[in-house]
């Protein structure tokens, strides 16, 4: 595949909390589905060119040579063209409901895996998992809290990274055919998670029912991605959950 490729079918299927380059620039990262790509990262994207998911989006994508996995890619010009980086992506609406639910069938058709470990074993980043959840909390994140939160020029509301999350949404689970020897416990990287906590300092630990992790009601899939240091460390990136019966 060349090294450079305009993407004009994406659909936005996660998005994880923005988190902090050494160089204080604060970035994020979306994971996108293309009919003709397959499963796409777009790493890193400005704060002010925020996609959500289901957005339909178009962007120029080259290949990062610091992140050799193949679903990863970034917008042409990242670095030196940052301060005008959203301009290059072009948003034309939003998936509507009923073909959310037909991609999210397409996706664990095409994407789903029985375990974690085939993604690894295929050396794959991103994957789909049917996941049987055993428990879901709140974790303080300990390491690398920053309590402050500094107001930029290009976000001049407060913008949260990360790191100035005192506490972290984990998940227990069992993949449907789990080969791990023991049950997978990981990060939630969900924004919409994050969100809440920032909005509802006095009561973050809602986040975690908010995803509907446990609830019996709701069919539940997650998007789950690899970090690019740790190849075999696994993250939660989305949770897609529908109420039961309307999948
Ligand atoms: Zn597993």
């Known amino acids: 595949m060349s090294d450079t490729q305009f993407m004009d079918d994406l659909i936005v299927i996660g998005e994880a909390v923005p988190d902090e380059l050494k160089d204080k620039r604060k970035v994020l990262c979306s994971a996108c589905y293309s009919d003709e790509h397959g499963l796409v990262r777009i790493y890193p994207i400005p704060p002010n060119a925020h996609m959500r998911r289901w957005d339909r989006v ?7 040579p610091q992140d050799t996995r193949g679903e990863s890619w970034k917008v042409q010009g990242s670095k030196r063209e940052w301060d005008v980086l959203s301009e290059k992506i072009h948003r034309h609406g ?5 073909g ?43 390491e690398r809290y920053d309590p402050t939160v500094q107001i930029t020029l290009d976000s ?33 990287l969900e924004w919409g998670a994050y969100e809440w906590m920032r909005k509802h300092p006095d009561n973050p630990e809602q986040a975690i029912p908010n995803l509907r992790l446990t609830d019996p009601q709701y069919d539940k899939y997650f998007l789950v991605g690899n970090m690019s240091k740790y190849r075999n460390a696994f993250v939660v990136i989305s949770v897609f959950r529908f109420k039961h019966g309307t999948i």
Not at 58 to 64: A, C, D, V
Not at 101 to 128: A, E, P, T, W
Request: aromatic share 8%; with cysteine; charged share 25%.
């Open 58 to 64: 178009s962007i120029p994508l080259e290949r990062n």
């Open 156 to 188: 001049p509301t407060r913008f949260f990274t990360i790191h100035n999350y005192k506490l972290q949404p984990r998940v227990k689970y069992r993949c449907s055919d789990c080969r791990s020897q023991n049950p997978h416990n990981q990060q939630i």
């Open 100 to 142: 959310r639910i037909s991609l999210l069938h397409k996706l664990y058709r095409d994407f789903g895996v029985d375990c974690i470990q085939n993604l690894n074993d295929n050396m794959l980043s991103l994957g789909i998992i049917k996941p049987d959840v055993l428990n879901a909390w709140m974790e303080e994140r300990g």
């Open 94 to 98: 939003k998936l509507p409901q009923p």
